[in-house]
T-cell receptor, first 116, second 110 residues
Framework: ETGVTQTPRHLVMGMTNKKSLKCEQHLGHNAMYWYKQSAKKPLELMFVYSLEERVENNSVPSRFSPECPNSSHLFLHLHTLQPEDSALYLC???????????????FGPGTRLTVL | QKEVEQDPGPLSVPEGAIVSLNCTYSNSAFQYFMWYRQYSRKGPELLMYTYSSGNKEDGRFTAQVDKSSKYISLFIRDSQPSDSATYLCAFNTGGFKTIFGAGTRLFVKA
């Protein structure tokens, strides 16, 4: 595997379910990100981890819970979601541990989530 | 006023045409200007990156920044069907936070 991988690629869940999204980066990067991409809306930054510590948390509802056990893996735990949470969830990684303009983000293919 | 404005399109052009994609922004603190390309069922990938006003060219692609007007553009010369994708403008002030436009969907017809 190369780059940034995400599993599953598609997920359908009910509002009472609990599920997790997984992201793995094979690039040796220090920072990892979760974004939400809804149709015709800008990417919304949800969480950022740098060296396994959360450094950004953009007012995301508590029904989304991130976990970063090591610098290569990132999870997004989901519970009691709402239909409006249906979107493409993108994971990204970047080399720097401090971010910045030249710190290119590399994205995974995303998980298409549908909440019924 | 939205921090970033980008026309969602879709924009449909014939093969070989010159394509112009644009974004306006309101935050004067933006110093770094980027364009990402996103193919269907893929994540975005960085296409071009510029700092400060001016032009930057890379093959068929030219990125242009006008900080006085808070306006950035991406030009694609000799467009190809393989250029069909969604193009996202993006802005960074430093740190981890990048602000993205909603994306313009481009179709290049053979």
């Amino acid at each position: 595997e190369t780059g940034v991988t995400q599993t599953p690629r598609h997920l359908v869940m009910g509002m009472t379910n609990k599920k997790s999204l997984k992201c793995e980066q094979h690039l040796g990067h220090n920072a990892m990100y979760w974004y939400k991409q809804s149709a015709k809306k800008p990417l919304e930054l949800m969480f950022v981890y740098s060296l396994e510590e959360r450094v950004e948390n953009n007012s995301v509802p508590s029904r989304f819970s991130p976990e970063c056990p090591n610098s290569s893996h990132l999870f997004l735990h989901l519970h009691t979601l709402q239909p409006e949470d249906s979107a493409l969830y993108l994971c990204a990684s970047s080399p720097s541990d401090s971010g910045g303009s030249t710190d290119t983000q590399y994205f995974g293919p995303g998980t298409r989530l549908t909440v019924l | 006023q939205k921090e970033v404005e980008q026309d969602p399109g879709p924009l449909s052009v014939p093969e070989g045409a010159i394509v112009s994609l644009n974004c306006t922004y309101s935050n004067s603190a933006f110093q770094y200007f980027m364009w990402y390309r996103q193919y269907s069922r893929k994540g975005p990938e960085l296409l071009m990156y510029t700092y400060s006003s001016g032009n930057k060219e890379d093959g068929r692609f030219t990125a242009q920044v006008d900080k006085s007007s808070k306006y950035i553009s991406l030009f694609i010369r000799d467009s190809q069907p393989s250029d069909s994708a969604t193009y996202l403008c993006a802005f960074n002030t430093g740190g981890f936070k990048t602000i993205f436009g909603a994306g313009t969907r481009l179709f290049v017809k053979a």
